[in-house]
């Protein structure tokens, strides 16, 4: 027994000495990744990039560009922004590159362990998705930017940047790989790569504390924003998304807030965000509902996907889509709580908190696609609708954004009456958290997110799920706001204007249809998008009032004659007028609420 012990201690030993021995040589014979960028042109909008590369092994390397960015899910074929590519051995020796795929290229090395891609990537589209290069500054988003190594996403990387001469400031969650030189960053994986946009430029940048954590606000460009207010607002939001979690998981986060002429939208990373919003849209106090309704939004994501997150949505396939069901609940769960935190955090009062709900049920209510799309099916097919709106959308589809937050809505009423009080929704993404990226570190499946409600709530939700998950069936929303004391008053009840069921735009003095509204009268009796709308029974329609002030004159089901230009001929169309079913909800409380129904409307509205 003795002997047998021994020899297998000294097998033990003997073996963690080969797998030490494997791991030291594994590490030693990885492939080294260095980026060099440069800024030659600005004004022209590229960017110059060397992708180096060492410790190859094999007569050739494929290198891939991304055909998409996490969080925007839509293929955008980033490879046709590259021109120029090349490829050169350590020496200087020319090497045979060519292209495989739409977004791959193979390089046949000779036998060279090293050699450098050169490329360069035309970026001229401002949007939180995508890079821009101007002679004022670079934003650029990875996944935008940089080949990565076919199968090898997991190689860390060094991005040495080499600004133009003018730009003296950098903004970036990236690490640098000394404090002696900022420029020289480092990454883990080409995950992180992907997911840490960088901006470089002469813009302003504020540090400061939300949450005990290091937080650096780069103010890009001009706007009528006050920063102490943005600051203000953020640490509140900040303490407020961490209050559902128990914790926050960042140890230091970038805002990217982009002030443009007119664009706005945000995209969430792991440890930062980018912003982008119209400059002289913050009002006259130098902050606006809407500003902190994205910067919670985003907030939020650094939780609600950028770590618990649907199985579909990671690891990464950057090369096709990455479908899931389940974007309603990483985006509509998330517009739900960027309105819900700021009253959480006394940003907004109970009346406008109550109004923004009232507009998320408008917008739903108002849609017509509601009934043919479910949120699930949203969900799924967000790479080929979502991001890909025409005239027909609101007719057949529904946002997994605003219906994802009107469900999250109910779901956390129901959660709250059934439990007296007692829990809420928080708790759902709370318990999610600690399981699914704490404990595994793995997506979650639909049933396992409804299968948490129903734990956390002790209610049955099947039939919840059936008819308003997956299923398209009207929501009786009094049922889940009743046990609040609140109710839903349609301001349009008593309505009796009629309606051509359309939505018209302006141009140069024509009036033209934008919209046709599925089972109004323009839908059932012809109209078209893009019909010119000449006269109502010979009267001359010069403006979108004109139609409201002939309509009046006619009674429900009298028909009138529309004359119509449509692609350069015109002809009359006949309608038959009804009246217009748009909904203009409000949510109120009711005259003589119970102490159940105050109990409950206090701990939702967070007055207690």
Not at 251 to 274: A, M, P, Q, R, V
Request: proline content about 3%.
């Amino acid at each position: 027994i003795l002997t047998y012990t021994v020899c297998k201690r000294r097998t033990l030993q003997l073996l963690a000495f080969f797998l030490l021995v494997t791991f030291y040589m594994t590490l030693q014979a990885q492939t080294e990744i260095n980026y060099q960028v440069n800024f030659n042109e600005p004004q022209a909008h590229y960017v110059d990039v060397e992708m180096q590369l060492s410790k190859l092994e094999g007569d050739s390397v494929d290198v891939k560009m991304a055909a998409w960015t996490p969080g925007s899910y839509l293929i955008r074929e980033f490879a046709r922004k590259v021109e120029g590519v090349t490829a050169s051995a350590d020496g200087g020796q020319e090497l045979v590159i060519g292209k495989i795929s739409k977004n791959t290229w193979r390089v046949f090395t000779k036998g060279n362990a090293a050699l450098t891609i050169s490329y360069r990537v035309y970026s001229f589209e401002m949007s939180v998705r995508t890079s821009f290069v101007d002679s004022r500054h670079a934003y650029l988003n990875g996944a935008s930017v940089f080949f990565f190594i076919d199968g090898q996403q997991d190689l860390p990387s060094t991005v040495h940047l080499h600004p133009h001469k003018d730009w003296k400031v950098l903004s970036t969650s990236l690490k640098p790989v000394s404090k002696k030189n900022p420029w020289v960053l480092h990454s883990p994986s080409f995950d992180i790569l992907a997911d840490s946009p960088i901006e470089i430029g002469n813009h302003e940048v504020v540090d400061f504390e939300a949450g005990g954590i290091p937080h650096h606000l780069a103010l890009i460009g001009e706007g009528n924003y006050n920063t102490e207010k943005l600051i203000d607002a953020t640490q509140r939001i900040v303490t407020a998304c961490t209050d559902v979690f128990g914790e926050n998981p960042t140890d230091d986060y970038t805002i990217l807030l982009h002030n443009t002429d007119g664009k706005y939208g945000g995209l969430e990373h792991l440890n930062s965000t980018s912003l982008m919003f119209p400059r002289f849209s913050y009002g006259d106090n130098g902050i606006s509902t809407r500003w902190m309704g994205l910067m919670c939004h985003e907030y939020f994501h650094m939780w609600n996907i950028k770590r618990l997150r649907p199985s579909g949505l990671g690891p990464f396939d950057y090369e096709k889509e990455n479908y899931t069901t389940l974007l309603w609940v990483a985006e509509g769960v998330t517009s739900y709580y960027d309105d819900y935190l700021l009253r959480a955090a006394d940003l907004v009062d109970e009346e406008e908190y109550l109004g923004i709900v009232s507009k998320n049920i408008n917008t739903l209510e108002n849609r017509p696609g509601k009934h043919v799309q479910s949120v699930a099916e949203s969900s799924f097919d967000a790479w080929i609708k979502y991001y890909r709106q025409d005239e027909n959308s609101d007719n057949c589809c529904v946002s997994y954004y605003n219906k994802g937050a009107v469900v999250a809505t109910l779901i956390d009423l129901k959660i709250l009456s059934h439990t007296k009080g007692k829990k809420g929704l928080n708790d759902v993404m709370s318990e999610m958290y600690q399981i699914y990226f704490k404990d595994l570190n793995r997506g979650f499946t639909d049933a396992e997110f409804k299968a948490k409600v129903e734990e956390v709530s002790g209610a049955d939700f099947t039939d919840f799920w059936n008819d308003h998950i997956n299923g398209v069936k009207d929501i009786d929303y009094d049922a889940f706001l009743s046990p609040l004391g609140l109710t839903l008053e349609d301001k349009l009840e008593n309505d009796v204007s009629l309606t051509l069921g359309i939505r018209a735009r302006e141009d140069d003095g024509k009036v033209t249809i934008a919209r046709v509204k599925r089972g109004g009268c323009g839908y059932n009796d012809g109209l078209n998008v893009n019909d010119e709308i000449i006269a109502i029974n010979k009267i001359r329609i010069r403006s979108k009032k004109d139609i409201e002030t002939q309509l009046k004159r006619y009674q429900e089901g009298e028909e009138v004659e529309v004359l119509i230009s449509r692609e350069g001929t015109v002809q009359p169309i006949k309608v038959h007028l009804h009246m217009s079913d748009a909904v203009s909800y409000k949510i109120k409380r009711i005259e003589s609420p119970t102490k159940a129904q105050d109990k409950l409307y206090s701990t939702w509205m967070h007055l207690n």
